[in-house]
């Protein structure tokens, strides 16, 4: 008989873990996911797209209502989570129901952090972190609408790149000193900056927003520099917390994420996390690639293989706002670290590489990100990278050759 394995969350994650269980571990586990929006499972990262109109809905779908039913996978979305019993096994529902486990996975996700500043609650202030948002922000922006981004984080970014290409007249105001300062340098981040400018879009760094302003909906941004920028619609995004909620309740050990060890195990042996709302010797990923390479060794524990996760290189590989950018461990450069730069503005082309006693360390590209994986391989590895130096900036295909 299968054992029930109950999984919370239907996000890129949970998808993830069913596609390597179906491939591990086939018929030994009756599955069910449990997921709080009432749609089929979604690529997050296309959201802006759907904003710009350039996909639709249906296109971001990860999985097909059939793909589901044919990996004999109960599929209980639009029905929220509410309580865990660990000491019986079972998840509580919204409506009653209740669900037993042999096994309970956690792929809760993260929700949008709200701006503690007066005015949040007004008509016309949104958050952009799934459909439902897109939905809202569609039905609040007419064309030229004024529309003010608070966060210069990739989130933030993509909200306005998508804005912009509906016809919204968009302002990004950004507290920190660059556009996303945890993934690029400064040299990067100028570059995207003028990048994004020159779309149209108003980008205000080092500027703190103090209040919303309004009377019956948003009208304006008040800036701590005395600036108040006329608005129709703000949309915060100014980063992400785990979302916890449920662990807590249940008693297992939380920190800023659901605390797990190498196996993804929490403080109670049957229940696992995974994802976004996971946090991994300190660490809380906020990034695709963790989460499947988390799913891959969760599936393969769960399929009783020898498995560990000994955490992931913080890698990001996306474009933004049109431009391709990538950054992967420690792009800054750490004391006693050496970087080698190459630069191009006419094409819009910056790499650089820290390297620390002979290994590649860490890696930020603008415009031209092809090696990004390779260089991400390299700095996973570990090894020596003093035969290909002076050729490893030029990438993968020139660096190999020369060094053959």
Not at 86 to 102: E, K, M, N, Q, W
Not at 370 to 389: F, H, K, P, T
């Amino acid at each position: 008989m299968s054992e029930p394995l109950v999984i919370i969350g239907n996000g890129m994650a949970a998808v993830h873990l069913v596609d390597e269980l179906a491939k591990r571990a086939l018929g030994r586990y009756a599955i069910a996911v449990v997921g709080e929006e009432p749609r089929l499972a979604y690529n997050r990262v296309l959201l802006s797209a759907v904003l710009a109109r350039e996909v639709s809905r249906s296109d971001i779908e990860l999985r097909s209502a059939r793909w589901w039913d044919e990996h004999g996978v109960t599929l209980l979305y639009g029905r929220t989570a509410t309580a865990i019993d660990p000491t019986i096994r079972r998840v509580r529902l919204a409506d009653g129901a209740t669900l037993p486990y042999s096994r309970l996975v956690l792929a809760t996700g993260s929700r949008p952090i709200r701006l503690r500043v007066p005015g949040v609650e007004l008509p016309g202030v949104m958050t952009f972190r799934d459909l439902a948002d897109v939905a809202a922000i569609e039905a609040a922006a007419q064309r030229r609408a004024r529309v003010v981004v608070i966060g210069g984080g990739l989130l933030g970014l993509e909200a306005a790149h998508g804005l912009a290409k509906a016809g919204a007249q968009v302002t990004v105001v950004h507290l920190m000193d660059r556009l996303m300062e945890r993934q690029l340098d400064n040299h990067a981040a100028a570059m995207l900056k003028k990048a994004v400018e020159a779309r149209g879009i108003t980008v205000l760094i080092n500027s703190e927003t103090i209040a919303i302003i309004g009377k019956r909906r948003v009208q304006a941004v008040a800036l701590k520099n005395g600036t108040q920028i006329e608005a129709d619609l703000v949309v915060v995004a100014a980063g992400i917390r785990s979302n916890i909620d449920l662990a807590h309740g249940a008693g297992l050990n939380v920190d800023r994420g659901i605390i797990v060890d190498d196996n993804l195990r929490t403080s109670r042996p049957d229940i696992f996390a995974i994802g976004e709302c996971a946090e991994h010797r300190g660490v809380c990923y906020g990034l695709v690639e963790p989460a499947y390479e988390q799913a891959r060794v969760l599936a393969a524990h769960l399929a009783d293989k020898n498995a560990n996760y000994p955490g992931s290189v913080l890698a990001t590989n996306l474009k933004v706002s049109g431009v391709n950018v990538f950054s992967a461990g420690d792009f800054i450069g750490a004391p006693g670290t050496e970087q080698l730069v190459f630069l191009d503005a006419g094409l819009g082309i910056y790499k650089k590489l820290v390297i620390a006693k002979g290994c590649l360390v860490g890696a930020v590209l603008f415009g031209d990100t092809a090696d990004g994986l390779w260089y991400v391989d390299l700095i996973r590895q570990g090894n020596s990278v003093e035969a290909i130096r002076d050729d490893i900036i030029f990438g993968r295909a020139l660096a190999e050759r020369k060094a053959a």
